[in-house]
């Protein structure tokens, strides 16, 4: 079946990094766009990027821009988040879900990982 | 970026009572609306997607609507399991956004 498992998280201080990873299996990750989606604490859901499914596009929230990246091995079914510069709100879960081929909902997630920015 | 309103916050209902949420596009999305499901401590699940469509797996007491900008999800014969937090995003434009989310609590 389709999984999608998320890593990396834990707790850092303001203006430091941290990579995530997102492995997955049980499809066929170079077919899909995966995209990652955070939840600060008792908060809404809020999309934080893309990538395509051959990695050749990104795109960023505004509020991440310039400071996260986003790649693929899609030799290792696996994607990562850099992120850089860490800031008190970025505190939150992060999820990693694959989007649908051709309307690119969110079909499949990942259980999260907890990230806290604290000093 | 797309705002989405959705409406209401919280609302309380009993096991059977039919509960309908509703979510507002600042501007047109298309049919491209869907609904998830947010238990505590778990990811979203996808309920609806492309405004109406089922996804493979989920009740069929779980549907969505849409008129225009605005889009429905409704739970007809609510069952426990059901107690929960719901979202509807737009897939239509990047940034894809979210509504703020409804929680259904046990009245």
């Known amino acids: 079946q389709v999984q999608l498992q998320e890593s990396g998280g834990g707790v850092v201080q303001p203006g430091r990094s941290l990579r995530l990873s997102c492995a997955t299996s049980?499809?066929?990750?170079?077919?899909?766009?995966i995209h990652w989606v955070r939840q600060a604490p008792v908060k809404g859901l809020e999309w934080v990027a893309v990538?395509?499914?051959?990695?050749?596009?990104?795109n960023f929230a505004d509020s991440v821009s310039g400071r996260f990246t986003i790649s693929r091995d899609n030799s290792k079914n696996t994607l990562y988040l850099q992120m850089n510069n860490l800031r008190v709100e970025d505190t939150a879960v992060y999820y990693c879900?694959?989007?649908?081929?051709?309307?690119?909902?969110?079909?499949?997630w990942g259980p999260g990982t907890v990230v806290t920015v604290s000093s | 970026d797309i705002q989405m309103t959705q409406s209401p916050s919280s609302l309380s209902a009993s096991v059977g009572d039919r509960v309908t949420i509703t979510c507002r596009a600042s501007?047109?999305?298309?049919?491209?609306l869907n609904w998830y499901q947010q238990k505590p401590g778990k990811a979203p699940k996808l309920l609806i997607y492309?405004?109406?469509s089922l996804q493979s797996g989920v009740p069929s007491r779980f549907s969505g609507r849409r008129s225009g900008t605005d889009f429905t999800l409704t739970i007809n014969a609510l069952q426990p399991e059901d107690f929960a937090t719901y979202f509807c995003?737009?897939?239509?434009?990047?940034?894809?956004?979210f509504g703020q989310g409804t929680k259904v609590e046990m009245k």
């Open positions: 492309l405004a109406s």
């Open positions: 990538i395509s499914s051959d990695g050749s596009q990104t």
């Open positions: 995003q737009q897939s239509d434009i990047t940034p894809q956004t």
């Open positions: 049980g499809f066929t990750f170079r077919t899909y766009a």
């Open positions: 879900a694959r989007g649908n081929p051709r309307w690119d909902y969110l079909d499949h």
């Open positions: 501007q047109t999305i298309n049919s491209n």
